[in-house]
């Protein structure tokens, strides 16, 4: 997974052809950091397919909020540096991340 943060994100994810998913987390997180296996797993089922990148939303509040993240975790999905789909907070399981993944691409 590419760590991204707010000097990055740009680069890695809206300007990025095809699919990129990103992990919204943060340290305080409890939640996030428990899914972080999972979304880890699912970046080696779908290598080559997304790119999965991470951020970390204590550093990039401004960011995550221009990203309408107003709840974490959130696990989005991009397609060529725009949003089209998302799966927040309790839905954020990794059977629904999956889920989202098969559905788009």
């Not at 080696?44 to 993240?69: D, H, M, P, W």
Request: overall charge neutral; glycine content about 4%; some cysteine.
């Amino acid at each position: 997974m590419i760590v991204v943060d707010k000097n990055t994100f740009e680069e890695e994810v809206l300007k990025a052809n095809g699919w990129v998913l990103v992990d919204y987390w943060s340290d305080g997180c409890e939640p996030c950091k428990a899914l972080m296996p999972d979304v880890e797993e699912l970046a080696k089922k779908y290598e080559g397919k997304v790119k999965f990148c991470k951020l970390n939303t204590t550093k990039a509040r401004r960011l995550a909020i221009s990203q309408r993240v107003l709840g974490l975790p959130t696990i989005a999905l991009y397609k060529d540096g725009q949003k089209v789909d998302e799966v927040t907070k309790e839905d954020a399981t990794k059977a629904n991340i999956e889920a989202m993944i098969e559905k788009h691409i």
